[in-house]
């Protein structure tokens, strides 16, 4: 598409540099983009990619730099400004009001004289037409993420966008949604709607994107045809070294059960949470269990009741080191030699206003005995606190700053390396690597499998498919708070998983098929 | 029967105050804003208002200048929340503890003047018999903080502007992200708070107890505020809850009046005792809670870019 050169630019950006204090979030961007072409916009986290979108969409002001749109010089002051150009954004981390209805949000993000009468006919209608299945009366909150995805795509549609701009829209789908989604951005391509598509994940972009744009530390590091580029060369141009893939150890001999769940059951009195049904599952001695599913299918219940943050109602319900702990809380837990990562990095794995060695005191402060008749013992948990910070590669000057003062990838490093330094026999992380950047993440994965060959039961409650096939030995699913079977990582495949994260209801095997996986395997109800 | 309207026609007067400041807190926490200072900005409508009522010898001016005054009270509120990023409930708990000191020294020169208290009765209609007394027999503002109830509902629920507002409240980063103005549509909630309260202050000292006496809201700000929750931020059932402590208010005068042996202290006690007690049972349905309580109430926005 981008061969036509007769053809004007639908949007052309030109130097756009933008300093924040202490970071150049773009230095010199540029960016062309033609009509009909979706467009990728590829980097790690913190490349600058959603920097330059907020810039074209009106939300961040640049220092320098042009934005032409259809051949005119713009200047796009707000984002109503960029929808009237004919700029529609999709973002991240959706703009959505959980309490109003999906028609009350689609009304709050469009024109007044769009959000007239008739407005829940014309939802329906679109919806109808590209294949996004919404009703207008259901409140946000009951939705899925993927319906949430198409309150926001129906949003930007109904606006007749020249422009649709898609920050990481797969990242909370399933394979299967995410396949979906792309059906209908090829049609809208075709209709000559230009899509500027942010991600970093490789294979999507080769089977979608028509051109790329590659960004590094908040230039652009190279520009490419992605069809004609393998993930490897995009990945290379994209982290700017040559990242190891996690080793793993396939001939690791399993141990003792460490972790044993069984028929382990969590009511919620949560409007928006999940009830945990009959979960039972273990964990042996050298094994990753990883557990996939789509964010609010009771990952946070199940982490809760691992933790020890919610009780079980039953003290024979979850076994360590073949203690019932199900009544013990999460100090008790972590004594018997549990290590815990929470997904939330700041204000739940670590205080944030306080520094890294009192937050390396609070949750070692007993297996590194690092209390003395009630006092603190402040030299040992600096001690500790150093050596966490220099074997785990965190960047901070010392452990005297402030959590909050590190970035995510390295208070996660911090955190992670907090607990494998207490020498855990049982691990359990939810969403270790979230927003981590991809070198980071490959340090996480190295350690948490390290971990694992040295013994310890590993459990990892992730989105991420990717990285569960990369670190997992066995894989399960959990889905509306039901768990499926883990099975060993070499019987399955993405589109497996894919298909049992959408729902029990879909489980599309039977039982009998199943191979038998050694060791106290419970069936789902 | 006579008894009976007489009853409500205090009722009513005991209610009225707290359905306008409940009224206007209701809107300022849906835009997501939490502001304790009610008590001070009632205290601060209820001198302004009697000072402006006695020097005009209009009612009316004085009803309008007690909502300016509590509109100024919490625009202060506003700039030191909003634009100074201060903490929303230290800067409230000020702002009440500013309006006791603030209305007391103003209104020590207005103590033992009374004023006369607003007309009651519509004409005509409240000689219909038997109802009209009941229905016509009150003042104007009665009426109009009906009026206002139902205002505020159809603002918030039938508006562009009111789904906003709510949107606001819910979400400031995605209100912000999708280009609505956090701050100044929390500003304008904040103000029209303020003036509601004013109002609502300016209704004891120029209708119910047409004289100044110092901190007389005696802590109607503070039930307004819980009336705000235990009605889980519905405007219809701020009215009903609003009529509650009226009505229990009255009732306990009644009663002691009619010398039933329980100490007055104990019956002066049960309005809050009642309407706490309703606050705590409702509350306990958690899910209702979340269904409306706004979100984003008492966080401070900070625009990223």
């Not at chain 1, 930007?156 to 966008?161: G, I, M, Y």
């Not at chain 1, 299918?297 to 073949?322: F, K, R, Y």
């Amino acid at each position: 598409m981008s061969s036509a050169a007769t053809e004007t630019a639908r949007l052309k950006l030109t130097g756009v540099t933008k300093q924040y204090p202490g970071c150049l979030a773009n230095d010199d961007v540029s960016l062309t983009i033609m009509p009909g072409e979706i467009h990728a916009l590829l980097g790690e986290n913190g490349a600058g990619k959603s920097t330059l979108v907020k810039f074209i969409y009106g939300v961040v002001k640049a220092d320098k730099g042009m934005m032409e749109w259809n051949g005119q010089q713009v200047d796009v002051v707000d984002p109503n400004a960029a929808r009237q150009l004919g700029i529609g954004m999709v973002f991240q981390h959706f703009s959505l009001f959980d309490s109003l209805t999906v028609a009350e949000n689609i009304a709050l993000g469009i024109s007044k004289e769009l959000a007239g009468p008739g407005l829940e006919e014309r939802i329906e209608k679109i919806s109808e037409d590209y294949g996004l299945p919404l009703d207008p009366h259901r409140h946000v909150h009951s939705l899925s993420v993927g319906e949430r995805q198409r309150i926001e795509i129906v949003r930007c549609l109904l606006q007749e966008p020249k422009l649709l701009i898609m920050d990481e829209p797969t990242s909370v789908l399933t394979p299967q949604e995410a396949e979906r989604l792309f059906v209908t951005l090829r049609r809208l391509s075709a209709e000559g709607v230009s899509i500027l598509y942010i991600s970093h994940k490789l294979d999507e972009i080769k089977a979608l994107c028509h051109a790329a744009t590659i960004m590094r530390g908040g230039r652009v590091t190279g520009e490419c045809i992605p069809a004609e580029e393998t993930a490897k060369s995009m990945a290379e141009m994209m982290i700017g070294t040559n990242l190891k893939a996690p080793e793993r150890h396939d001939d690791v001999t399993l141990g003792d059960v460490r972790l044993k769940i069984s028929s382990l059951n969590v009511p919620t009195d949560d409007q928006f949470g999940v009830s945990l049904e009959d979960i039972s599952f273990d964990v042996r001695a050298g094994e990753i269990l990883g557990v996939a599913g789509i964010a609010g299918n009771g990952q946070t219940e199940l982490m809760d009741a691992l933790s020890g943050e919610a009780l079980a109602s039953n003290n024979e319900s979850i076994w360590i080191e073949g203690e019932a702990v199900g009544l013990t809380g999460p100090g008790g837990r972590r004594q018997l030699g549990v290590g815990f990562v929470p997904e939330e990095r700041l204000g739940h794995g670590a205080v944030p206003d306080m520094t890294l060695w009192e937050n390396a005191f609070l949750s070692g402060m007993k297996r590194m005995n690092l209390m003395s008749n009630g006092f603190m013992k402040i030299k040992e948990t600096v001690d500790y606190a150093e050596s966490v910070i220099k074997q785990f590669t965190v960047k901070t000057p010392d452990s005297s700053h402030a959590a909050n003062s590190l970035s995510g990838g390295n208070l996660q490093k911090f955190i992670m390396g907090r607990e494998i330094m207490q020498s855990p026999t049982v691990m359990i992380a939810l969403q270790p690597t979230w927003g981590v950047d991809a070198g980071a993440a490959a340090f996480i994965h190295q350690e948490l499998i390290n971990l694992a060959n040295n013994g310890a039961a590993v459990l990892v409650i992730s989105q991420d498919l990717d990285e569960l096939f990369a670190i997992s030995t066995r894989i399960a699913v959990i889905a509306e708070g039901r768990m499926s079977v883990a099975k060993n990582v070499s019987d399955l495949t993405v589109e497996q998983i894919g298909l049992m994260m959408g729902g029990t209801h879909d489980l599309p095997d039977d039982p009998h098929a199943q191979p038998h996986v050694e060791g106290g395997v419970s069936h789902v109800s | 029967m006579d008894l009976f309207v007489a009853i409500m026609v205090n009722v009513a007067a005991a209610s009225t105050p707290l359905v306008f400041a409940a009224m206007g807190e209701l809107v300022v926490e849906k835009s997501g804003v939490l502001n304790l200072g009610v008590e001070g900005m009632m205290l601060m409508g209820a001198i302004a208002g009697f000072a402006a009522g006695y020097a005009s010898g209009s009612m009316l001016i004085g009803i309008i200048v007690a909502g300016i005054a509590g509109g100024l009270l919490a625009l202060l509120f506003g700039f030191l929340t909003q634009h100074l990023l201060a903490n929303q409930v230290a800067t409230g708990l000020a702002l009440t503890i500013f309006g006791i000191g603030i209305s007391a020294m103003v209104g020590h020169s207005f103590v033992g003047i009374s004023l006369d208290p607003i007309a009651k009765g519509i004409p005509f209609l409240e000689d219909i018999p038997v109802i009209g007394k009941l229905f016509f027999g009150h003042d104007i503002l009665v009426y109009a903080s009906f009026v206002m109830t139902a205002l505020v509902f159809y603002f918030l629920y039938k508006t562009r502007a009111g789904l906003i507002l709510r949107a606001v409240g819910t979400n400031h980063d995605a209100a912000h992200s999708i280009g609505y103005s956090v701050i100044k549509i929390r500003y304008m909630a904040i103000v029209f708070g303020g003036a509601m309260a004013g109002i609502g202050g300016a209704y004891l000292s120029m209708a119910v107890n047409p004289m100044w006496v110092e901190e007389m809201t005696a802590g109607r700000g503070w039930i307004a505020l819980a009336l705000v929750v235990f009605a889980t931020w519905r405007p219809g059932r701020v009215l009903v809850g609003a009529y509650l402590f009226g009505g229990i208010s009255i009732l306990q005068l009644n009663l002691q009046a009619m010398g039933v042996t329980i100490a007055p202290q104990l019956l002066a006690m049960l309005p809050y005792l009642v309407t706490i007690a309703v606050l705590v049972i409702i509350s306990r349905d958690s899910g209702l809670m979340k269904k409306h309580a706004p979100a984003c109430l008492g966080k401070i926005f900070h625009a990223s870019s």
